[in-house]
């Protein structure tokens, strides 16, 4: 025997069976959680071992004996309590209309904790997608490679626990509204009389048992062919069903007494043979009618429309439609609509919306391209600033050359333009499908091998192309013999066509100058985290 450990199992009514004396590593909740030991659970809100739904029932001597016996054989001193007095039954209820308050108002708080983590977590992700929501790719051989691909791990992490916390949340409210359904219906009439069905059945196997029975089996011609006996219960079995029956008349008195002050007061009427006949149309479930064609003790049957009639239990019927009243056919059914616990107000939380942050995520998963394609897309604000300086108006031509993943023609279709993008790299032409369908068309060419013959002139075009190497002013100057007359040229450049002395930097200078047009910087990092470089705008208007 393990010295100076005692450990008592006790059962009562108010508390349930549970574990007293045991201490965190003392090997006693390896033992009983094993079935054939007992099946004892651990409970985390009271921090001890016990038994599931066993409070307000009669003890279970079997798993109890089981424990004691499997503590015991491990060296333990066990000693077993059980007290199988019942409560009141409005005892009963009332403490368990708290118990189920408390859940709810626990699981009201854990939705909101989830919540709380889940809006958070969104928040993280959110900073981090900006870097990529823009449609930014993942530089391969680039140095803003490896930030990138660290954001997008984070960014994953973190919109991976908001769905997680938020999943968590939303099924902490479900759960907390339904027990406050629970809460509601079971005060019901109709509820009522089934729990009251219910407990007059089991007494019934009860008072069979107590008193002993036969069993008949019958052959094909009704005679019996073999007789099953059993015997009055006896020992603990005999103990446990006279204290469940004292706790079932308790119960059913008090329910009785609740349904027909019901009945009286018109919220419920109980249907039986006395008051449900043959040819009578029965509502039933709340919505189906049909005609009574036999009357049973529990049961009616009804037509179906098959070969056979349904059955409907006398608690599921709502009213009944009766021909046989002494004034002619009559409606039968509750009068008033019954009592019920007061709604309270339905626990919600906010769902997290993370179709943008999965979007941006997948983005930057799947679209890699080379250092070489200096692919720096458009941010947000500079995209607005192309916009209101290209002043675009519904059904203009639109060119965005070397697109990119589309957020200047993204732009342009808002406004009502008629778009065409080209663009070289492959997977880029499959961003450009899917993020700008209202695009008209999109060529897979290399810019400054394309030509008006093949694409067209147009009132419009903004663009943002590489810029290392003069290749800006390359593809810029190339742009211009696609402008229609009277059309102008909105490009984002490298701040180096303002200051460089090669002759080809200030003939582009010139050609600005003669055209009218202008050159406006771009605030610092406006491309940042994925490029430092600074950058302009650049205007020109088409050749007069």
């Known amino acids: 025997m393990k010295r100076g450990i005692l450990i008592t199992i006790r059962h009562t009514h108010e508390d349930g069976t549970l574990v007293y004396g045991t201490r965190k590593g003392d090997g006693v909740y390896d033992i009983i959680r094993k079935y054939e030991n007992g099946n004892f659970k651990f409970f985390p809100s009271i921090r001890m071992i016990g038994l599931r739904n066993s409070r307000d029932q009669v003890a279970d001597r079997w798993a109890i004996k089981a424990a004691a016996e499997a503590l015991r054989k491990a060296g333990f001193e066990v000693k077993v309590e059980i007290d199988d007095n019942f409560r009141d039954r409005a005892q009963v209820l009332a403490d368990k209309a708290d118990r189920l308050e408390d859940r709810r108002d626990a699981l009201a708080a854990k939705a909101d904790r989830h919540a709380g983590a889940a809006s958070a977590a969104h928040d993280r992700a959110h900073q981090i997608s900006e870097r990529f929501a823009a449609g930014q790719p993942i530089l391969v051989g ?45 005060a019901t009439p109709a509820v009522t009389a089934r729990r009251i069905k219910t407990a007059e059945a089991e007494l019934r196997k009860i008072n069979k048992s107590l008193d002993g029975y036969e069993r008949r089996h019958l052959d094909h011609a009704g005679q019996p062919y073999y007789i099953e006996t059993h015997q009055a219960a006896t020992g603990d079995h005999r103990e446990s069903l006279l204290a469940r029956k004292s706790q079932l008349e308790n119960q059913l008195e008090y329910d009785r007494a609740q349904l027909a002050a019901a009945v009286e007061m018109g919220e419920y009427v109980e249907w039986g043979k006395h008051n449900v006949h043959v040819g009578d149309v029965v509502h039933y479930w709340g919505i189906r009618a049909r005609t009574v064609v036999k009357v049973n003790k529990v049961t009616v049957a009804v037509e179906s429309g098959y070969s056979y009639p349904d059955k409907v239990k006398y608690t599921d019927i709502r009213a009944v439609e009766c021909p046989h009243g002494e004034d002619g056919p009559a409606v039968i059914a509750t009068n008033q609509p019954g009592k019920k616990v007061p709604a309270r107000p339905k626990v919600e939380v906010p769902k997290i919306d993370t179709e943008k942050l999965q979007a941006a995520a997948k983005l930057a998963d799947n679209v890699r391209v080379g250092r070489d394609r200096e692919a720096f897309v458009s941010p947000p604000a500079v995209v607005d600033k192309l916009m209101e300086l290209a002043e675009i108006e519904r059904a203009m031509t ?59 002139t147009y009132d419009r075009i903004v663009m943002n192309p590489p810029f290392s190497g003069g290749k800006d002013i390359l593809h810029v100057t190339h742009a211009l013999s696609f402008l229609k007359p009277g059309g102008r040229l909105v490009a984002v450049m490298g701040t180096g066509v303002v200051f460089h002395t090669s002759k080809t930097a200030e003939r582009f200078r010139t050609l600005v100058e003669d055209r009218g047009g202008s050159i406006e910087a771009l605030p610092a990092g406006s491309f940042a985290p994925a490029t430092n470089a600074a950058t302009v705008v650049v205007v020109i208007p088409a050749e007069q």
């Open 142 to 186: 680039h140095h803003s490679e490896r930030g990138a691909r660290a954001d997008r791990k984070r960014m994953d992490q973190a919109m991976r626990k908001s769905i997680g916390e938020n999943d968590k949340a939303q099924d902490a409210a479900r759960r907390a509204n339904a027990v406050g359904n629970q809460m509601r219906r079971s």
């Open 398 to 456: 639109v060119l965005e050359p070397s697109a990119g993943t589309g957020n200047i023609a993204a732009a342009a279709v808002e406004v009502g333009a008629i778009v065409t993008c080209v663009e070289i790299d492959n997977n880029l032409v499959e961003v450009l499908a899917s993020r700008v369908p209202g695009a008209t068309m999109i060529y897979r060419h290399d810019f400054l091998e394309t030509d008006t013959a093949q694409v067209g």
